[in-house]
C-alpha cells in the first residue's frame, strides 16, 4: 500500500466494479492522520469518489488530491464500496428497510413456534423478562458480527466475507473449525426443523404427500434466493413479513378474547433456564449479518439500524404471542410426555385458531428460511472459494437438499432439532465467537486492526459478559443433560 500524501490513501476498488469497469483499479480518500491500510475501499462522499488505474503515477494522483484535502466534508465516512446492477452499470444502494425485513424475517421464524412450550413452567412474566435479556444479548452479539465483518472486508477488499473469513484473520485455524462446524451444524439443523414444520402444514393443508409438500417448499423457497435479486427476495420478504403481521393481529383479535390476565402475572424463576436455549434460538438472525453488511455497502450506521429495528419487530411480536397464548391456556396436562405443545392445545379449544396458526407459522418459517438460504449459501461459496457476487447452483444445492432429505427421514424432528440447535449451537457461534473474534480484533497486536468506529461500547467488560454469559448457559445445560442421563440409567 502506497502513501499518496499526507491525509490521503490510494485503495483498491472492490471486485464488482474492477469486473466491469477493468480500466479502474483504485481510489482516493481523504483522512485526517495517516493510516497505511491495504486491501481495502472507503467510499467518503458521492462528490469527492476519484477512480484510477494502476498505470497512473502517485504525482498524478497528489495533485488531484491536493484540492480535496481542504474540504471538510470529506472526512465523513459513507460506505466502504458501492452495488453496481450488472446490467444498467448504476449504482444500487442497499435499502435500510428492506434489510430491516430481511432481519425480521430471519428472526421471526420456526423458533416463535416453539417459545410457548418452554417458557410454560416460568410464566410469561419470568419468560417476558428473560426475552428482553436475550434480545440485549442477541444485538450486542450481531454488532460484534457486523464491526467484525466490515473491518474483514476492509482488509480484503471485497464484500461478501462470511463468518470463515473473519474467524480466520481473527482467530486463527482454531477458530475456522469451530465457526465452520457450529455455522453448519445451527444451520442445517434448523433448516431441517423448517422444512419438517412446513412440509406437515401443506401436507394438512393440500392433502399432499408428506414429500411431495417438503421438495414444493425447499424449491419454491429455494428458487426464490437463488434465482431472485436483491430487491426481489427483500420484496418477497417484505409481503411474508406482511402476511405474518396480518396472521399473527387476527390471532391475536381470536384468541385474546379468553385471555385471564392474572396468569400473566405468574414467576417461577427457577424454570427460566430451561428455556434460555430456545428463546437463544428464536433471536437467531446472525448468520444474515454478513449479506446485510454487503447489501449496505459497509455503512456501519445502517447496518445498526437495520440490526436493531429488525430484532426489535420480533421481540414485540414474541411478548404478545407469549402472553396470548400462555394468559389463554394457563393450565397443560402435567402428565404429558416431552415436550407439551400449547398450540395443539389451542387448535382444540378453539377452531377459528387452527387455520390462522397454521397460515402464521407457515409463513414465519419461510422468512426464516429465505435468510438462512441465503447465509448458508454464502457461507458454504465462502468454503468453496468461489467468486463473490455470482450466484452458483453448487452452493445451493448444498444448502437445500440435505435438509429436504433429513427432514423426511425423520417427519417428527422439529422440536429435537430446535433444542439441540439452540443449546450447543447457537451459543457458540452467535455467542462465544463474536465476542472472542472482536476481542481478538480489538486487542491482539497480531490482528491487524482499522481502527473503525466499535459498534459496541464497554470494551473487555462487555465482552467478557458476552463470552462468560454463553459459557455458563452451555456448561449448565451439559450438566442437566449428563444428570438426566445418569437418572436413566
Not at 474492477?18 to 472507503?42: F, G, M, Q
Not at 433456564?273 to 428464536?282: C, D, E, M, N
Not at 425423520?410 to 462465544?432: C, N
Amino acid at each position: 500500500m502506497a502513501l499518496i500524501s499526507r491525509n490521503s490513501f490510494l485503495l483498491p476498488l472492490s471486485s464488482q466494479t474492477r469486473r466491469h469497469i477493468p480500466e479502474c483499479r483504485t481510489s482516493v480518500i481523504i483522512k485526517p492522520s495517516p493510516l497505511a491500510i491495504s486491501h481495502s475501499l472507503w467510499r467518503v462522499s458521492s462528490r469527492e469518489f476519484r477512480c484510477f488505474s494502476q498505470r497512473q503515477s502517485t504525482e498524478q494522483l497528489e495533485q488531484v488530491t491536493e484540492p480535496l484535502e481542504n474540504k471538510e466534508s470529506t472526512q465523513q465516512l459513507e460506505r466502504l464500496f458501492s452495488n453496481l446492477n450488472q446490467a444498467t452499470m448504476k449504482h444500487e444502494p442497499g435499502s435500510v428497510t428492506s434489510s430491516i425485513f430481511l432481519v425480521a424475517g430471519t428472526t421471526v421464524g420456526a423458533g416463535i413456534l416453539a417459545i410457548p412450550a418452554v417458557t410454560q413452567d416460568a410464566g410469561f412474566l419470568a419468560s417476558a423478562v428473560t426475552c428482553i435479556c436475550c434480545w440485549i444479548y442477541m444485538v450486542v452479539t450481531g454488532l460484534l458480527v457486523a464491526e467484525v465483518n466490515v473491518n474483514t472486508m476492509c482488509e480484503l477488499g471485497s464484500g461478501g466475507v462470511s463468518l470463515v473469513s473473519m474467524a480466520m484473520r481473527t482467530l486463527g485455524k482454531l477458530g475456522v473449525q469451530v465457526a465452520c462446524w457450529s455455522y453448519l451444524f445451527i444451520h442445517y439443523a434448523l433448516l431441517v426443523a423448517y422444512v419438517a414444520r412446513s412440509s406437515e402444514i401443506l401436507t394438512n393443508s393440500l392433502g399432499i404427500p408428506l414429500w411431495e409438500s417438503a421438495a414444493l417448499f425447499s424449491f419454491i423457497f429455494g428458487g426464490i434466493c437463488y434465482f431472485g435479486s436483491q430487491r426481489i427476495i427483500g420484496a418477497v420478504n417484505g409481503l411474508l413479513v406482511f402476511g405474518i403481521l396480518v396472521s399473527f393481529t387476527s390471532l391475536v383479535v381470536v384468541a385474546g378474547g379468553n385471555l385471564e390476565w392474572s396468569s400473566l402475572l405468574e414467576a417461577h424463576v427457577e424454570a427460566i433456564p430451561q428455556s434460555i436455549p430456545i428463546i437463544a434460538l428464536a433471536f437467531v438472525y446472525q448468520n444474515v449479518v454478513p449479506v446485510l453488511c454487503t447489501n449496505l455497502e459497509g455503512d456501519l450506521p445502517k447496518v445498526r439500524t437495520a440490526i436493531v429495528y429488525g430484532t426489535a419487530i420480533p421481540l414485540i411480536l414474541f411478548l404478545i404471542w407469549d402472553a396470548v397464548i400462555l394468559g389463554t391456556i394457563p393450565t397443560l396436562d402435567a402428565n404429558s410426555t416431552g415436550v407439551a405443545d400449547p398450540l395443539q392445545q389451542l387448535r382444540s379449544t378453539n377452531g377459528m385458531v387452527g387455520p390462522i396458526v397454521e397460515v402464521f407459522s407457515f409463513l414465519a418459517i419461510g422468512t426464516s428460511y429465505i435468510g438462512f438460504v441465503l447465509g448458508l449459501s454464502d457461507f458454504i461459496s465462502d468454503l468453496l472459494k468461489l467468486p463473490t457476487g455470482q450466484n452458483k447452483p453448487l452452493p445451493y444445492l448444498l444448502t437445500l437438499l440435505p435438509p429436504l432429505v433429513l427432514a423426511l427421514l425423520d417427519p417428527e424432528i422439529f422440536f429435537k432439532a430446535l433444542d439441540f440447535a439452540g443449546t450447543y449451537g447457537v451459543l457458540v457461534l452467535f455467542g462465544v465467537l463474536p465476542a472472542a473474534m472482536s476481542w481478538s480484533e480489538r486487542y491482539s497486536s497480531e490482528t491487524q486492526t482499522l481502527n473503525l468506529p466499535t459498534l459496541v461500547p464497554g470494551g473487555k467488560v462487555t465482552l467478557s459478559f458476552v463470552t462468560g454469559g454463553a459459557l455458563l448457559v452451555i456448561f449448565s445445560e451439559i450438566l442437566k443433560d449428563i444428570s438426566h442421563l445418569q437418572g436413566q440409567v
